[in-house]
C-alpha cells in the first residue's frame, strides 16, 4: 500500500508561480510512472503531466511550456512547476502513482486569480 500526501497548493495571481508536490511513502516496490491530473467541479477530470521513472515526461497542450514536471527517485516525490499561471489553471490538483497498482493523493486546490 502507496500513501501519497501533496502540498504547496495555494491562491496566486495570473503571471504567478506555484510549485506542488506529491511524497509517496508505505510499502512501495518500483513506482514507474507519477503525474498529475487536475478537476474543477463539474468537469472532467484532465491529465496535466506525467514522468516515468526514467525522467521521460508528457504534458497536455494546455500547460506546455508553462509547467514543469519532475521526480526526484531517491525521495519518492513528484513536483509541478507552475510558471505563467492563468485563471482557467483553477482546479484541485491531484497526483498520483503507478507501483503494482494505482494511487492517488488527497488533492490540493489552486486558485488563480485574473
Known amino acids: 500500500q502507496v500513501q501519497l500526501v501533496e502540498s504547496g497548493g495555494g491562491l496566486v495571481r495570473a503571471g504567478g508561480s506555484l510549485r506542488l508536490s506529491c511524497a509517496a511513502s508505505g510499502s512501495i516496490y518500483i513506482i514507474n510512472t507519477m503525474g498529475w491530473y487536475r478537476q474543477a467541479p463539474g468537469k472532467q477530470r484532465a491529465l496535466v503531466a506525467t514522468i516515468t521513472i526514467y525522467g521521460s515526461t508528457n504534458y497536455a497542450d494546455s500547460v506546455k511550456g508553462r509547467f514543469t514536471i519532475s521526480r526526484d527517485n531517491a525521495k519518492n516525490t513528484v513536483y509541478l512547476q507552475m510558471n505563467s499561471l492563468k485563471p482557467e489553471d483553477t482546479d484541485v490538483y491531484y497526483c498520483?502513482?503507478?507501483?503494482?497498482?494505482?494511487?492517488w493523493g488527497q488533492g490540493t486546490q489552486v486558485n488563480v486569480s485574473s
Open positions: 498520483f502513482a503507478d507501483s503494482r497498482g494505482t494511487y
